[in-house]
Nanobody
Framework: QVQLVESGGGLVQAGGSLRLSCAAS????????MGWFHQAPGKEREFVAA????????YYADSVKGRFTISRDNAKNTMYLQMNSLKPEDTAVYYC?????????????????WGQGTQVTVSS
């Protein structure tokens, strides 16, 4: 079955950096667009970034543009999120997702598969 496994979360001070990874199995990775979402306590799951099947197209939420970079390695079936200049408001559980379309939707409900999430906590 399809599995998406996030790693790399943790506790970091404001201004610091983290690199999240999402390892995929059970699917043809290069045929899926990939995305990152986050969910803070008491809030809805929100779009962070997405990358097309080849990696040629990337999209970001306005709140992370210039600070976060999404990438993928199709040979390793892995997607990454480099997070720099972290802020306390970035604190959330970060989820990776896979979608078979080429649209790169920003709404969580349309994505096909989800990981279990990894906690990112940014202290002030």
């Amino acid at each position: 079955q399809v599995q998406l496994v996030e790693s790399g979360g943790g506790l970091v001070q404001a201004g610091g950096s983290l690199r999240l990874s999402c390892a995929a199995s059970g699917l043809t990775f290069s045929r899926y667009a990939m995305g990152w979402f986050h969910q803070a306590p008491g809030k809805e799951r929100e779009f962070v970034a997405a990358i097309s099947q080849s990696g040629a197209r990337t999209y970001y939420a306005d709140s992370v543009k210039g600070r976060f970079t999404i990438s993928r390695d199709n040979a390793k079936n892995t997607m990454y999120l480099q997070m720099n200049s972290l802020k306390p408001e970035d604190t959330a559980v970060y989820y990776c997702a896979a979608d078979s379309s080429t649209v790169l939707p920003r709404t969580p409900t349309t994505w096909d598969y989800w990981g279990q999430g990894t906690q990112v906590t940014v202290s002030s």
